[in-house]
């Protein structure tokens, strides 16, 4: 009986001995672990606490700006018709046309009686050839030094009718032109019927042989 207390008493003894040893171990093993953790820069660290700021993020409740009202686009305006005033001050009267200026009847007493200078627009041999009585030669293609005697001889105020051989011709016009634009004639006229319409005029009283 007394060796079983005393084997008891050993075995408890040695129990307390190996219960000491494996503490000391776990506390040596953790004092390890945290010098390790501390000094390696592969230990695991603690967070830091937050400085107290709080890191912005949407605005779920802030208050929005009114936005700016967008007047809206004006439609196109319909074309309004003008009022008939405005519409008479703004219609262009057509110019009358020049080729339809006097006949021989009307220009024969004007010549005559001296109140016009009457101007044959043909050449020069055509003017020599055959020419109505009383005209003068002014080819619509002569020089410039003929229309610059011309005007020198002539007023610009001179009552002038243009005529050439007939209502095909055009130099009647041409020289009408030069007349007015060139050299700054107020009254020119043209006799689109020129020396056919004459011709046949005259041949009708006798006055010269038909043709």
């Known amino acids: 009986m007394r060796k079983r207390v005393v084997n008891s008493g050993l075995m408890g ?21 945290w010098v390790y953790n501390k000094t390696s820069p592969l230990g695991v660290r603690a967070p830091k606490p937050d400085s107290g700021r ?14 700016v009202p967008v007047a809206p686009a004006a439609a196109n305006p319909v074309p309004r018709a003008p009022s008939p005033d405005v519409a008479s001050s703004n219609t262009v009267v057509p110019a009358p046309n020049p080729r339809v200026g006097l006949r021989w009847v009307e220009v024969k007493p004007l010549l005559e009686s001296g109140r016009i200078v009457l101007v044959d627009a043909r050449a020069k041999t055509a003017f020599e050839a055959e020419h109505i009585p009383g005209a003068v030669s002014l080819p619509a293609n002569a020089p410039p030094e003929e229309f610059v005697a011309f005007a020198m001889k002539y007023p610009q105020t001179t009552p002038i009718v243009v005529y050439c051989g007939g209502p095909d011709c ?14 700054g ?23 010269v042989p038909a043709r």
């Not at 709080?54 to 936005?67: D, F, H, I, K, L």
């Not at 055009?170 to 060139?182: N, P």
């Open 54 to 67: 709080v890191a912005p993020g949407p605005a779920t409740n802030a208050p929005r700006a009114n936005p």
């Open 185 to 207: 004639y107020s009254d020119v006229q043209e006799m689109p019927g020129g020396i056919v319409e004459w011709r046949l005029a005259e041949a009708k009283s006798g006055a």
């Open 170 to 183: 055009d130099l009647s016009h041409q020289l009408a032109e030069k007349l007015r634009g060139d050299l």
């Open 13 to 33: 003894c040695r129990g307390g001995v190996i219960l000491r040893q494996m503490l000391a171990i776990l506390l040596a093993a953790v004092a390890l672990g």
